[in-house]
């Protein structure tokens, strides 16, 4: 009886909150179609030999154009990162001394370096750089570049770099420490000569991802925006396109906390976001969507292919890639729609309720508010978790109403459920127990 009475309460409640909300919805409807969810067409240009980068903000456009070349070493600036990339797309390689330790700093021989095996970054996620990615997946401890130590909380350098700069010159370079958020590390000439003892500070870079210095000129560089004012970088960047191959390609990286669901073969001004699964790697988009047509030169593009882009927030965008002139401007054309702005969350969701859920009777109450639409097509779609529509429900007109559905013909497990007008979809997931 209880549970009874608190199932009955629960639905009234639900009730009045959703229709207490009718009017503010409508409104709030109306303004979102008038000035949201509009397609708009875009280009960046990363200029010839893709020599920049263009960091892009989904909603306000392309954020910086800054140049790539004039640094060597990218250092994580955040609280407990110890990443350390370097400028590959530039042609800088990087090696692991194979011939001994720190305490062989004054004896480095680099005769067969042509016989080493280079390192790179990490493209699938911010949080490896090359001089991490000989860490040993086994401890913990090892970073890479050095150890970590559970007493002191410092990092501590355990091995000897030799870096090959854009220029063709070589570098040896050893990490010292990372000790509260400072980076020291030493460099010179592979002879010793024009030895270099420096550091970097997260301090000076709480606000982005990573501090910049170019072992050229000496020098620190702040180049890059604040990390929460931009989504996707179009870069050049190194990445191992067949195993033991690493190549340079061009392409977009996406930033931390975004995540990317790519939709392929698809009809892209139908396809639903919700058929498809987002990951966290930031090379989701990456370079393949394109390729060089020996016949015309130039690139082809496939074009039933779109990428959904969803931040921390919840905001989700659909990219598509409609054009690449190649390395003689460098510059990318696509398309880029807003579907569903973080507030609209919790807008669908007093829209279009499923109760109970999850659900093990099978049977359920869809409430939904239709007084915005004027489609005689409305209608609600059941998927399941590959994408096949397994039920379809046609709905009234208009008007708010509670309706009783029946899922006896469907298995349990998870389903998405799209309430569809002609204006807008609306999605919830149902879990059938």
Known sequence: VLTSFLFFTQFVALLIIIKMKKIILTYSLILLFMCSFSQNSDSVIINPSYTNQSFYNLNDGEIANIDNTNWDLAFSSSGYGSAIRINAQAGVELFVYPNGDINDWNSVDITNI???????NSDTTWTIGAFNATSDPTNSLDLG??????????????????????NGDYKKLQMIKLSSGVYDFKYANIDGSNEVTTNVSKSNYTSKNFGYYSLT????????PDSDSWHILFTKYVSEIYPGTNYAVTGVLTNKDIEVAKAEGVDISNVNYNLYSFSSQINTIGYNWKSYNMSSFSYDIVDSLCFFIKDDFGSIWKLQLTGFEGSSSG???FNVENILSASDNVLDKNVFAIYPNPTKSKEIKIIYDLNYSTSSLNKLDFYDLNGKLVKSLKLANNGFFERDVNLYDLKSGIYFVSLITDEKSFQQKLIIQ
């Open 217 to 224: 000129n000496e020098a620190e560089l702040d180049r890059e």
């Open 331 to 333: 510059k990318i054309n």
């Open 145 to 166: 570049w050095g150890v970590y130590s559970t007493i002191t909380h410092h990092i501590t350098g355990d091995s000897i770099h030799i870096i090959k700069l854009s």
């Open 114 to 120: 042509n016989n080493w095996s280079s390192i790179i």
